[in-house]
């Protein structure tokens, strides 16, 4: 009964017109996209992180077709108060606006943006707060930039078209 209604399913999915995004895995159309993608230089440890996330996600082979920009606001604001004015909480925000630039034609084919933020608990150690920073910084540059790439696939996929 249930191989039946996986069938099914599978039937029915077939006939909407969707089709995997990854098809073809690192052969396929997107994934060859991709890697055509240069990640331009990002200032400062945010865009360190943020490059590197990216660079790991596409991979590189083949002509490079396209550049990628990305500008990025990292803050970090409290907004944990206790009655003596001392922080107990803070959220780290990062947020990328990047632009896919065509290199043929030298012109911008995709402008979006990505965001995502952390909370972080400052405690009595000093230490330990700068250490929950960093480290929800890193998180914060990759969630950030598997939003950049999923985003570029869908352009990739819809490109292809």
Do not use: H
Request: with cysteine; net charge positive; aromatic share 4%.
């Amino acid at each position: 009964m249930r191989v039946a209604g996986a069938l099914l399913l599978g039937l029915a999915l077939a006939g909407c017109g969707l089709r995997p995004l990854y098809q073809g895995g690192a052969r396929g159309p997107v994934a060859q996209s991709l890697q055509r993608v240069q990640v331009a230089p990002i200032p400062g440890r945010a865009g360190w992180l943020m490059r590197t996330a990216l660079q790991d996600r596409l991979g590189s082979g083949g002509e490079t077709r396209y550049r990628l920009e990305v500008e990025l606001d990292d803050r970090i604001e409290a907004f944990g108060i206790r009655p003596d004015d001392s922080v107990t909480r803070e959220r780290r925000t990062l947020r990328a606006r990047y632009r896919l630039v065509a290199l043929d034609r030298g012109t911008v084919v995709l402008d979006a943006t990505a965001g995502s933020d952390a909370g972080i608990d400052v405690v009595s150690s000093e230490y330990a707060t700068v250490a929950a920073e960093q480290t929800a910084l890193e998180r914060l540059a990759q969630e950030v930039a598997d939003q950049i790439v999923s985003r570029l696939a869908l352009y990739a996929a819809r490109a292809r078209r």
